[in-house]
């Protein structure tokens, strides 16, 4: 079975503060992506990576960056946390395919607070 | 215009009967279909993939996809408290695909009462 692990699944820091989300998958994707989900506003990508050191913005990416430095890691940067950043972040993982797309597998989630 | 849509509910449906979802999208070029099951305060889980026009059943679920119609569907047979929960369709339109980026439709949530 795929594994995504996400480092926490609940954070709580402060405004202003440099964040750090870490995701790790075993299975050798080469795609990985960073959603955030609010309630009444579904699942909203922020930034996705289709290779080490690739990365595409999502729709979303203002106040965010992202890191992938090895194929099994993607991290979420939150670059000077605001309280409208408190949200439940996802990360996925995909393999990739010459026709179609797989399915993407999903983290337990981080449900972080910003104060 | 929204790329994916769900009917957005709620739906609610007594036990034993056929809960039917559905959603539709905006582009003609889209090959891949999913749908994931979310419980309150948990990640989506993945259900159902569908690439042919067509059924395609997996035990009490059936997906049905017509891409003439831009419609996809989830029919869940003798349907089980254990069920209620927000079911997300995702399709991978024509931008991004190559990337591998699938579009989410906002979810329709569904309770099954006994």
């Known amino acids: 079975d795929v594994k995504v692990t996400q480092s926490s699944r609940y954070l709580v820091k402060r405004t202003g503060e440099k964040v750090f989300l870490e995701c790790v998958q075993d299975?050798?994707?080469?795609?990985m992506f960073w959603y955030r989900q609010d309630p009444g506003l579904g699942l909203r990508l922020i930034y996705f990576?289709?290779?080490?050191?690739?990365?595409e913005k999502g729709d979303i990416p203002e106040g965010y960056s992202v890191s992938r430095e090895k194929k099994e890691r993607f991290s979420l940067i939150l670059e000077s946390a605001s309280t409208n950043q408190t949200s439940m972040y996802l990360c996925?993982?995909?393999?990739?395919?010459?026709?179609?797309?797989?399915?993407?597998?999903f983290g337990d989630g981080t449900r972080l607070s910003i104060l | 215009q929204k790329e994916v849509e769900q009917n957005s509910g709620p739906l609610s449906v007594p036990e034993g009967a056929i809960a039917s979802l559905n959603c539709t999208y905006s582009?003609?070029?889209?090959?891949?279909f999913f749908w994931y099951r979310q419980y309150s305060g948990k990640s989506p889980e993945l259900i159902m993939s569908?690439?042919?026009?067509g059924d395609k059943e997996d035990g009490r679920f059936t997906a049905q996809l017509n891409k003439a119609s831009q419609y996809v569907s989830l029919l869940i047979r003798d349907s089980q408290p254990s069920d209620s929960a927000t079911y997300l369709c995702?399709?991978?339109?024509?931008?991004?695909?190559?990337?591998?980026?699938?579009?989410f439709g906002r979810g329709t949530q569904l309770t099954v009462w006994p």
């Open positions: 569908i690439y042919s026009n």
């Open positions: 299975m050798d994707h080469e795609n």
């Open positions: 996925a993982s995909s393999t990739r395919t010459t026709g179609g797309n797989q399915p993407q597998h």
């Open positions: 990576s289709y290779d080490v050191k690739m990365k």
């Open positions: 582009d003609r070029v889209s090959q891949s």
């Open positions: 995702a399709v991978n339109l024509g931008r991004g695909s190559t990337l591998g980026r699938l579009y």
